[in-house]
T-cell receptor
Framework: DGGITQSPKYLFRKEGQNVTLSCEQN?????MYWYRQDPGQGLRLIYY???????QKGDIAEGYSVSREKKESFPLTVTSAQKNPTAFYLC????????????????????FGPGTRLTVL | AQKVTQAQTEISVVEKEDVTLDCVYE???????LFWYKQPPSGELVFLIR??????QNEISGRYSWNFQKSTSSFNFTITASQVVDSAVYFC????????????FGTGTSLTVIP
């Protein structure tokens, strides 16, 4: 089945450690996104990538890094510089935004993975 | 500035009651897209509906209906005859193609349907 997978589902990290969250999609989508969700808050964008080997910072990129070496993969690294990393992390993808379909919004729906819950011990 | 406001933090209803979730957005752009997503306890966001700014036609899908009014910048979501399975957090979101399809999410409304 096509979809987005995130691993692991639960992740525990000691202070000062870097950790990498995996996100893989087999939907052949061009764009991928990482969001952070804290209790009682909406989703906040960390990074996004519209094409392979290119990505842009979102609203809360500090303390995070990403790579987009393959179309289907968009891993997120939470570095030790992130002061409060405990949160629920969601990865999403969307087909693209170009052409006629882009103007109608048909291709800009975002599909989400099941999420990774990161806890700093 | 782009912003989505979901003023209702938590709502509780008794099963079979109707419930409306409010969403108010702010933007100066004339072309934009509005979405509703459902987040059940499992955590994964489930797409419910997309609406383009130039299409104000309301939509009904089973027990779900959406009322889009550009005059009041609102995109409200109504569940008719609510069921326990409707219990979830519901998010409204706003996006624009020129920002790389970045989504602006509201803070969500937690709906609890009591049996």
């Amino acid at each position: 089945d096509g979809g987005i997978t995130q691993s692991p589902k639960y992740l525990f990290r000691k202070e000062g450690q870097n950790v990498t969250l995996s996100c893989e999609q087999n939907l052949n989508h061009d764009a991928m996104y990482w969001y952070r969700q804290d209790p009682g808050q909406g989703l906040r964008l960390i990074y996004y990538s519209q094409i392979v080997n290119d990505f842009q910072k979102g609203d809360i990129a500090e303390g995070y890094s990403v790579s987009r070496e393959k179309k289907e993969s968009f891993p997120l690294t939470v570095t030790s510089a992130q002061k409060n990393p405990t949160a629920f992390y969601l990865c999403a993808s969307s087909p693209g935004t170009g052409g006629v379909a882009g103007r109608t919004g048909k291709y800009n729906e975002q599909f989400f993975g099941p999420g990774t819950r990161l806890t700093v011990l | 500035a782009q912003k989505v406001t979901q003023a209702q933090t938590e709502i509780s209803v008794v099963e079979k009651e109707d419930v409306t979730l409010d969403c108010v957005y702010e933007t100066r752009d004339t072309t934009y897209y509005l979405f509703w997503y459902k987040q059940p306890p499992s955590g994964e966001l489930v797409f419910l509906i997309r609406r383009n700014s130039f299409d104000e036609q309301n939509e009904i899908s089973g027990r779900y209906s959406w009322n889009f009014q550009k005059s009041t910048s609102s995109f409200n979501f109504t569940i008719t005859a609510s069921q326990v399975v409707d219990s979830a957090v519901y998010f409204c979101a706003l996006s624009f193609l020129y920002t790389g399809n970045q989504f602006y999410f509201g803070t969500g409304t937690s709906l609890t349907v009591i049996p």
